[in-house]
Each structure stands twice: as C-alpha cells, then as structure tokens.
C-alpha cells in the first residue's frame, strides 16, 4: 500500500449525484458566479471582501437542498451565511431559490468540508455553524466516517468566535449520543442547555417536508445547542 493512500483522508461523504435537473442545472450554471465561492489552495477566503460588509457570518456544512438555509437567509438579512454542499442537484437547488427570492447574503462553496474548515476560513470569523441532519453512518464499522469527531469539533472551536453557536440536529438517536458524548468531552464548548441535555428545535431551524414527514411517522429529532467558551 502506498503511502498516498494510508494518508488519505476517511470522507464523511460519498458522491451519489442523483437526478440533477434541467432547471437546477440551469440555475448552477447561471448563478455559480454570483452566489459561488471556488476554493483555491493555499488561499483563505475573506468574508468581509466576499460580501462587502462585516455582518455576522453562519456557516451551514452540508446543507442538503438548502431550503432550510435560504429561509435563514430570508428572515435574517443582518446576517452572513455561507453553505457547503458537495452534491450539484443540491447546489443547483439553492441557487435556484437565491436567484428567485433575489438574496444577496449568502455564499455557496461546493467543496469537500473538512478541507474548507482545515485551509479556507479565517480564526474566530464565524458567529455560528450549522449542521443538520448530516450521514449518519449508521452501520457500526461506517461509524468512524461521521463528520462529527474531536478533529471537526476542534477545527470548528479554532474558527468560531467567543460566544458563538454550534447547532446540531440529526434524526438518529444513536448519532445524537455520538454527538453529545464528542461535544461534551472538549473543553472549548458549553451546552447551552445544561451537561447532557438536548435542546428543543429553536425557531432558527425551520421545520423541514422530510422532518414533518418522520413526526407524522413517529421519529424522533435531537437538537444540540453549544457555545464557543469565552476563553
């Protein structure tokens, strides 16, 4: 076995495109200049010069078909927000609903993650990161391909500003645990809550089709809520 291969990195991710449709394809092909931000090694992105302001900045990692980050974006237009998302029909989506609802404060980076945290984000520039419903993973020997590990919670205490929010939400009760056990082991964050305890959806987390449909059904959603300790 090579050595480029024992370095490479578990993705959290795979890519199953699906149907990526005309007007999504349309839409991305469109609007990327607009909305989408192209990653360049070696450089960090400036948010300041992306948007032409310093407002706060909320970061959406994996943000499916970015409905739910569009209607953030509609009711807080005081606010920032940058989404990444490695799937184009998902992509395409979002900038779909950008162009229509004509939003001019979010971003879009199509990129892997991890990478994005570890190489493109400035220290201390976000107010907040959002991760909802990421893969679970759930067979036991896939379970290491989960995003959330000590590595990502302790990039996201490295980029997050003092006082700032991480919101989590998955739909596995196994992950939730995960969740909770990995978060409340570093020092760098606090449960808004109280030790060990999930939070109630917060008003920011719009209530989407696929989680209406699992209440309907009986399944339960967990929501974490921690703050970057002030240091």
């Not at 974006?73 to 004509?102: C, D």
């Amino acid at each position: 076995m090579s050595d480029e291969i024992k370095r490479r990195p578990i993705r959290s991710f795979v890519l199953r495109e699906g149907r990526f449709t005309e007007g999504q394809r349309n839409a991305y092909d469109r609007c990327w200049a607009q909305f989408g931000i192209d990653c360049v090694a070696g450089e960090q992105l400036d948010p300041t010069q992306l948007f032409g302001n310093s407002n706060p900045l909320y970061l959406e990692i994996g943000f499916g078909n970015g409905e739910a980050l569009a209607e953030a974006a509609a009711q807080h237009p005081e606010n920032n927000y940058i989404g990444i998302e490695v799937h184009r029909p998902g992509v395409g989506h979002l900038l779909l609903r950008l162009e229509e609802q004509e939003l001019s404060n979010v971003k879009t980076i199509r990129h892997d993650a991890m990478e994005v945290l570890r190489h493109h984000l400035p220290d201390q520039s976000l107010d907040g990161v959002m991760l909802f419903f990421p893969d679970p993973w759930h067979k036991k020997r896939h379970n290491k391909r989960r995003i959330v590990q000590p590595e990502f919670v302790s990039l996201l205490a490295r980029l997050l500003k003092p006082g700032g929010t991480l919101h989590m939400a998955t739909d596995w009760e196994d992950y939730a645990e995960h969740m909770m056990q990995v978060l409340s082991s570093s020092a760098e964050f606090k449960n808004s809550q109280g030790e060990g305890i999930f939070a109630p959806r917060p008003e920011t987390r719009p209530l989407t089709k696929f989680e209406q449909r699992g209440q309907r059904l009986g399944h339960g959603v967990w929501d974490l809520l921690f703050t970057k300790e002030q240091g």
